[in-house]
């Protein structure tokens, strides 16, 4: 079966400082990668989305970037954290193709920057 | 853009009675929809899905309808129990050529009284 894993679950960091999250996906080839962020109390915004190594799209301009060096790794990073990147972030991941494909969620970060 | 969203954001029920959760969406095109289930401090979890050639679906406890005409979603939870309570989150999924891209709404608080 599939797993999702995201680490680490809860981060405080210094503004200014940088920041690297990590995902990874097991139990299936070729997924598609998604990093989304969460508000307290609000929805979900995607962050960046990627459907192959190497291959990434950003939905919003931001402070943050991703980077997939592997099929099944998928990386959020910073080199200087803001207040505003105070936040939940998950990682989901869905199978490759067409259709209507759901997207699997993992445990979520929660990120506060002081 | 296009959205997903939800008419109310919090919803107070006693257990055991049943529970309606609604969103509407805007984007007639979409012909895909999921309510996830979101505990505090964890990532969404897949509840249910529905198709847009379809106008009702159920499962274990839970019933998605879909009415195209007036572009409304809805979730249904029969016999409330507390471990019921989280938010709720309907999305719709549009295929494009990047791939599976969920537009989520913002988000439906239900509370299960004792």
């Known amino acids: 079966s599939q797993t999702i894993h995201q680490w680490p679950a809860t981060l405080v960091q210094p503004v200014g400082s940088p920041l690297s999250l990590e995902c990874t996906v097991e139990?299936?080839?070729?997924?598609?990668l998604y990093w989304y962020r969460q508000a307290a109390g609000r929805g979900l915004q995607l962050l960046f989305y990627s459907v192959g190594i190497g291959q990434i799209s950003s939905e919003v301009p931001q402070n943050l970037s991703a980077s997939r060096p592997q099929d099944r790794q998928f990386i959020l990073s910073s080199k200087k954290l803001l207040l505003s990147d105070s936040g939940f972030y998950l990682c989901?991941?869905?199978?490759?193709?067409?259709?209507?494909?759901?997207?699997?969620f993992g445990s979520g970060t929660q990120l506060s920057v002081l | 853009g296009e959205s997903v969203g939800l008419h109310l954001p919090t919803l107070s029920v006693q257990e055991g009675d049943n529970s309606i959760i609604n969103c509407a969406y805007s984007?007639?095109?979409?012909?895909?929809f999921i309510w996830y289930k979101q505990e505090s401090g964890k990532g969404p979890q897949f509840i249910i899905d529905i198709r847009s050639n379809m106008d009702k679906r159920q499962g274990q406890r839970v019933t998605v309808l879909l009415n195209k005409t007036v572009k409304h979603l809805s979730l249904q939870i029969a016999a409330t129990q507390p471990g019921d309570s989280a938010v709720y989150f309907c999305a719709e999924n549009k295929w494009n050529n990047a791939g599976n891209m969920l537009t989520f709404g913002g988000g439906t608080r239900l509370m299960v009284k004792p």
């Open positions: 984007n007639s095109a979409s012909d895909y």
């Open positions: 989901a991941w869905s199978p490759l193709g067409q259709g209507d494909e759901k997207l699997f």
């Open positions: 139990g299936t080839s070729n997924p598609n």
